[in-house]
């Protein structure tokens, strides 16, 4: 358990395949581009945003009320910091430029004392820092951070690194040992304070994180304390609910992923970086039980996580309807940092199976084909006439909006996408580690580069080719662990290897140019949920190497549960090409269809007869004509 | 289509029988004296009611103020009513006493112009009469004319029936063509005054009737427009939401069963009785239509319907969650109401076989077995942790409370099982209907005598011995549609007899003394939903005789999600004996338990192993130690 690598520049891991590449440029294309014209209120038809001209009014620079969420300007932030790794991935003066001027603004929207937030400078100054609980001003100063140390790192350029360490500077000034007491509301400042340190040197960041981590939960009152003590709220939330925001125990002692599921990744993936960092045991030790609490236990088969609308929350183990699913995007995104956070302290196969599955399934779904509209919630299954409509189905939607008045998902999927070299490798002093078959190439810290080739998710080849630096010993293959068998040559010798905790190491005498190839079959396979989930219990879902799929009415008719899927029955691939989702593998089976009854209830159970049955992979769901949709199919 | 029966005193149909009679003895015994303390506020722990002491304030008897639902008088209408068929089976001087006392209250809290309500009499007089949609004013009047005549009928006292027909008197100067516009804002007083009219022989409370079910709907702003006229709300409730309460178009033109669900059964009863009574064969066609769309696409399995807890509501075809399932006990009970009525106007098999799923089912477990505690909801799947917890499960009790703040299921339950003669038997001219197999008597008009025996619902015996009066010529016996074969039997000799339209029509010259016998099997037998329904997708209820049957956790440990019915597996009866729930054949057989996964997710179906499974019947779920329940089984 020690911390094995510093993540720093995406310099160093550059991304180029024909997967991820597309949906990177999209995003700095489209996406980056219709966000910051959404945060300029620039989208006729979209959910106003007003975001920069919140900004613009803190800063003196116009005139107007507040509009939004008390957290608008973590949209600002989130998109930065996407900016930032675009900018850092494919140069743009243009973009830049125009994020300075936003930068120039969020400056100028700092107070003297070093406060920085657009919901209390223009509105409610009298009550900044009133209320931990529900304002999230820690939260806003947390993303901002984080977009301050991307900016930094993309660019070379420190105003806004030091707008924000002006603000850490004030908060840590206010709150600690000894100071005032106080925890976020809403996770997100302990992870982005490491990421400042990191960036900065400057321990005092590294020791206002721990104290957020460590102070969560030792006084289980806090928020009710503080209530009491302010007298006002703004959301009417419970300050009692200390599942909900994770504080109802101190962390150490937290045995299950509770509450609502994207504070809870925040919190833990902080949790893991600060053990990754200071070798803490007890804290790695929770950390390990939450991550199972949350993906042996707790997780949809896409990733998706936090399976109540109520709180964005998760509800118990095993307890994950696919109709009423939340599975917010947010959710998965942090899941997937929570796993790389774990991965840096100790390698094991499954946390990269985790990244591996929320990203090409409950992630990528978060987000249209064309990059113009984004799901908050992922439900694994859509009913007509129910979904978005009924209230119990309110927040399902069928059909992707083009914003959001909470519009935390689009911006924090962007930034993930562009950063996502960071995810995908890993290194120690002597090993590089591949937890993602992506193509494109690492730079690791004695100079060594591995370039690599994916066709992955369509195709199971990888290869990857060393120019090995001063120290470099191990290339180290994360198998997924549906892989059962695959082949590994070097150069043209296959080689046998074991695979340790999800990964196979190989270790030899490096030569520049030596190339290693991985092959393994991505033939459609059945999975099935373990038989305590009940919404799972007789059905079955069809998965392609890491690609979940699923049935839509557009290719399968209405009344998608009347479709059974014999156990015997073989399921082959099929190269699509569609006007609206591009080219990708459908599944397609002869499946069997079940006749409806003359009564709605009979002796004799449904006749079927044969169909033809096609699944595409979950991600693009939703990208033609809106109807049914579902992931587990009836098994016949 | 014509009106065979004119439905009245329970001294003509007489239950007696070992399953029935019981539970009218407890609700004689028990549940009518547990109701009059509730009302008297004299159960510690309970839901605090202060039905009768409203009405002791609206007297002038007591100082205070009102307490409870603007609908708190139907409490006490309904226990009323449930007290007269209780007198009229079972003579009881002290409680025909203390009712007589009641109703004396109920007299002096009249006022002087006829109007009954003691929320508006006490709270808010200069209300009156404003607020249709939400203020149940109506409603509550139509629950004390039922309770008038029934009392009336029962010991021939017509205090209550004259103080009703004042207030029938004052709302018919008030409201009606060429008078003020309105409808009820729930249905209720429509099916009353038609009740009203056949005991009084006062064609105005048929036409009054007539006229709140004409105009419902043919204005359909008309709620809108009540709001807009009072500005201001007691519940909060959308004016516009005229699906909730069955006004969205005039009766004739609506083709769904929508909105509330106890709204909808007494409108569609009201409409069913009004059609026999008028021979209007549009509202045939209407009601038609209607009790095709509750109960062919709408209706659980147990007959519980309005699957929604938002809005106690029907949603939409096939949806029918077993876990969050509303289906309220006074819906199951309307139903029943509903379907009495249909077979009024047309003798069809269809309306006997729902009355029966509704009675044995949905409507029996609304009341503990020992008839201290009831059930509002009636879920077909209870999850600890999540039942009765979990916001989207917060209305789906894992166990009957004693009581509840909105108390309109358990006096509704007592009134409709100790009027159950009126259900089980029917006449018209020449023939005797046997709806239901219960053992008693019915007295036809021209002095027929059918006394009945029955073993039902535990055996498949029922006999009937004719004593025939003037014009008698046939027995029609019901023959449930579950029901294959049978045999009847006349006298000593076995005849075959065609089944029309669900009944065996026996006709001959009966001579004093002869007897029918009817002998079928009630062997355990499997039952599927229409595969459109997706929560029952391959699934399988266990039904023997009339009876659902579930699994409980008590028998059968936790996760019955893991719980395999193999197709081939063999199902057996066995008599059971139990401290808490009394003798009841249970159903047993060897299923396949599913084995948990190492991981959530895997590729191999759950491994199996044999286990014993014992399942008993649905209304008696609840009675033992509170856990896991569900009626739809997994099919191995």
């Not at 060594?448 to 990857?464: A, D, E, R």
């Not at 890491?546 to 073989?570: F, H, I, M, T």
Request: aromatic share 12%; net charge negative.
């Amino acid at each position: 358990m020690k911390k094995m690598e510093n993540q720093g520049s995406l310099k160093r891991c550059r991304v180029k395949d024909n997967f991820w590449t597309p949906i990177q440029e999209l995003i700095s294309d489209t996406v980056i581009p219709y966000q910051e014209k959404i945060l300029n209120d620039k989208v006729p038809g979209a959910e106003k945003s007003h975001a920069i001209e919140n900004f613009r009014i803190a800063a003196g620079e116009s005139q107007g009320e507040f509009y939004g969420t008390v957290f608008q300007d973590s949209d600002v932030a989130k998109w930065l910091e996407a900016v930032a790794y675009s900018l850092e991935r494919k140069p743009d003066e243009k973009l830049e430029a125009r994020a300075d001027a936003v930068i120039d603004l969020i400056e100028k929207a700092q107070q003297p004392d070093g406060y920085l937030n657009t919901y209390f400078t223009i509105k409610e100054p009298e009550h900044r820092w009133q209320n931990l609980q529900e304002c999230h001003e820690l939260y806003c100063a947390g993303h901002m951070m984080e977009a301050a140390v991307a900016y930094y790192q993309a660019t070379g350029k420190d105003k806004l690194l030091k707008v924000m360490c002006r603000m850490a500077d004030h908060i840590d000034a206010r709150f600690g040992e000894g100071k005032q007491e106080g925890i976020p509301g809403h996770e997100e400042i302990e992870l982005a304070l490491l990421r400042l340190y990191r960036a900065t040197g400057e321990k005092r960041y590294l020791d206002l994180s721990a104290y957020f981590i460590n102070q969560r939960g030792k006084n289980p009152h806090f928020f009710e304390e503080e209530s009491a003590k302010r007298g006002w709220t703004h959301f009417g939330m419970d300050p009692k609910d200390t599942e909900y925001n994770q504080s109802y125990a101190p962390v150490r002692d937290q045995r299950e992923a509770v509450g609502h599921s994207v504070r809870a990744m925040y919190l833990y993936t902080a949790m893991a970086d600060l053990a990754a960092e200071t070798g803490d045991k007890s804290l790695y030790t929770a950390c390990r039980v939450l991550f199972e609490s949350a993906t042996h236990r707790r997780m949809y088969v896409t990733g998706g996580i936090g399976s109540s609308a109520h709180g964005e929350a998760f509800t118990q183990d095993y307890d994950l309807p696919n109709d009423t699913a939340y599975a917010e995007t947010c959710a998965a995104i942090g899941l997937v940092f929570f796993a790389r956070k774990m991965l840096s302290l100790e390698v094991k196969g499954e946390y990269a199976d985790v990244m591996e599955r929320c990203l090409y399934n409950g992630i990528l779904s978060g987000m249209q084909k064309d990059g113009s509209r984004f799901f908050y919630v992922n439900p694994l299954e859509v009913i007509p006439g129910l979904s978005g409509k009924w209230p119990e189905y309110k927040h399902a939607l069928p059909a992707r909006p083009k914003w959001y008045a909470c519009a935390c998902c689009p911006p924090n999927l962007a930034r993930l996408v562009e950063s996502l070299g960071e995810y995908a490798w890993g290194e120690n002093d002597t090993t590089i580690y591949s937890h993602l078959y992506l193509g494109g190439s690492y730079t690791s810290a004695d100079g060594t580069v591995v370039k690599s080739q994916s066709s992955y998710p369509w195709k199971g080849k990888v290869s990857y080719e060393v120019k090995p630096g001063t120290s470099f010993t191990t290339l180290a293959i994360h198998i997924p662990g549906w892989c059962k068998e695959f082949t590994i040559t070097v150069n043209e010798d296959e080689i046998a290897l074991p695979v340790k905790d999800g990964y196979c190491y190989l270790t030899r005498d490096w030569k520049d140019g030596d190339k290693v190839t991985l092959s393994f079959s991505v033939k459609p396979r059945r999975v099935y949920a373990d038989p305590r989930v009940r919404e799972d219990a007789g059905k079955v879902c069809l998965m392609r190497g890491p690609l979940v799929y699923c049935l839509e009415a557009v290719d399968n008719g209405k009344n998608l549960c009347r479709l059974l899927l014999p156990r015997s029955v073989s399921i082959v691939t099929a190269h699509e090409k569609d006007e609206d989702i591009g080219s990708y593998v459908s599944l397609r089976f002869t499946g069997l269809k079940e006749k409806s009854f003359k009564h709605l209830y009979q002796d004799q159970p449904p006749e079927t007869e044969p169909v033809p049955v096609k699944a595409i992979p979950y991600f693009l769901w939703g990208n033609r004509k809106q109807g049914e949709m579902r992931v587990w199919i009836n098994e016949g």
